[in-house]
């Protein structure tokens, strides 16, 4: 299973019908507008520049000068398709229009099933060059119910333990909006944050996206909360919930760290992920506030089944309950155990670095390693490879 898109130019005179059309396009979560253009006029040359798959022009403004357009386009970049939309079924208009190189007639209104299938139909979709197949779950969303159990521990060294294999890209998202920590705990100083990448995104394709990105020297790629707090109050949840779509069109997986304030982000997250990897600590003040939590993804369908519960700092003096006793409490099996590890954590913490970079070869990161492996299995030729080195490395 590979990740596909479809880029499109929108080119619409009519400021309400290209609304319209760019409502309609992107309710289709396979499609990603590359631009949206206001004028047909010379625009052949820049559909030729953008290069998408796929280019939808509104006739009913100017038709002779879309009906131009349409042959311009298909004289100047014959793979892209030209898709008109019209509310008028006047039969003269849509053979012109086929005339002049389009491939096929959207009659409006439509709806988003609908040109899904023409796109899908018409439209090879464009995968990355660096895609890579896809084993375990997609999005992880990493979440609590307290503050300070280690949910975002828990999530960089998880991601960066995946993407230190090389196995598979991994992008680290950063949903805690206004207190968010993943860019200190991997000492990284971003270019871009999630608010400055929603900006734009739309006229991104994925080779300019995984640019904007930090990239941490585990491989690891990082998008971090916004600076400014205000910023953060106005990431729309439609739009985050759109973004994260077509990020999964250019990340084979993506983990995302949640607030544990219960934010629109989170729910975006929440909806959007395979699994919902639960952190826990075996106090009682967390158990209740997990069990409650695990309540409220009862009331949504299907959430509570991919639910999985990590028990962290497992070991602690703190420790009130016990494993068998915290199962029992929430009524679901406990999935993987973290061991309580302060001493390598601290090093963490004090070199800005994950366990994998900071303290390799620890029994705490040996749980992050098979944590990693139990959501993301690996090739038999890696698990191979990796044991011919433990082995030589074990003779040493």
């Given at each position: ?24 396009v ?5 499609l ?42 298909h ?21 012109k ?43 992880v ?17 998880l991601?960066a333990?995946l993407?230190?294999?090389?196995s ?18 991997l000492?990284v ?8 990448i ?86 009682l ?18 959430m ?62 040996q ?30």
């Amino acid at each position: 299973m590979t990740r596909e898109v479809i880029r499109v130019v929108l080119i619409d005179p009519d400021e309400s019908s290209r609304a319209s059309l760019q409502g309609l396009v992107q309710g289709v979560s396979t499609l990603w507008t590359a631009e949206v253009l206001a004028v047909c006029h010379g625009m052949a040359p820049r559909v030729a520049e953008i290069k998408p798959d796929l280019c939808v022009i509104g006739l009913d403004a100017d038709p002779a000068r879309a009906i131009e357009l349409i042959a311009q386009i298909h004289a100047t970049a014959p793979d892209v398709v030209v898709l008109p939309a019209s509310v008028t079924t006047d039969s003269a208009l849509i053979l012109k229009a086929v005339r002049a190189g389009a491939r096929e007639f959207l009659t409006l209104p439509s709806d988003p099933a609908e040109l899904q299938e023409i796109a899908g139909r018409l439209c090879k979709p464009r995968q990355g060059p660096d895609t890579l197949a896809i084993r375990g779950p997609q999005v992880v969303a990493v979440t609590g119910a307290a503050g300070g159990v280690g949910c975002t521990s828990v999530a960089v060294n998880l991601a960066a333990t995946l993407a230190a294999r090389k196995s598979q890209e991994c992008l680290l998202l950063d949903f805690d909006l206004m207190f968010g920590a993943v860019d200190v705990c991997l000492d990284v100083i971003p270019d871009n944050t999630l608010s400055t990448i929603l900006q734009s995104f739309d006229r991104l394709d994925q080779t300019l996206l995984k640019r904007s990105l930090t990239r941490h020297k585990s491989g690891l790629y990082v998008l971090p909360h916004p600076v400014a707090m205000e910023d953060a109050a106005r990431i729309d949840p439609e739009s985050l919930k759109r973004f994260l779509g077509l990020l999964k069109s250019a990340f084979p997986t993506l983990v995302v760290d949640t607030s544990k304030g219960l934010q629109s982000s989170d729910f975006v997250a929440f909806e959007m992920s395979d699994v919902i990897l639960t952190v826990v600590t075996l106090d009682l003040t967390c158990l209740r506030n997990t069990a409650r939590l695990l309540n409220l993804f009862r009331q949504f369908d299907g959430m509570i089944d991919r639910v999985k519960i990590v028990v962290n700092r497992v070991g602690s003096i703190e420790n009130e309950i016990s494993l068998s006793k915290a199962e029992e409490t929430l009524m679901t099996p406990i999935f993987r155990q973290i061991l309580n590890a302060p001493k390598p954590f601290q090093a963490s913490r004090v070199k800005g670095a994950p366990l994998c970079d900071a303290a390799p070869g620890t029994r705490v990161q040996q749980d992050f390693v098979e944590t990693a492996g139990a959501l993301w299995p690996e090739a038999p030729s890696e698990s191979r490879g990796q044991a011919r080195k433990r082995l030589f490395a074990s003779l040493f």
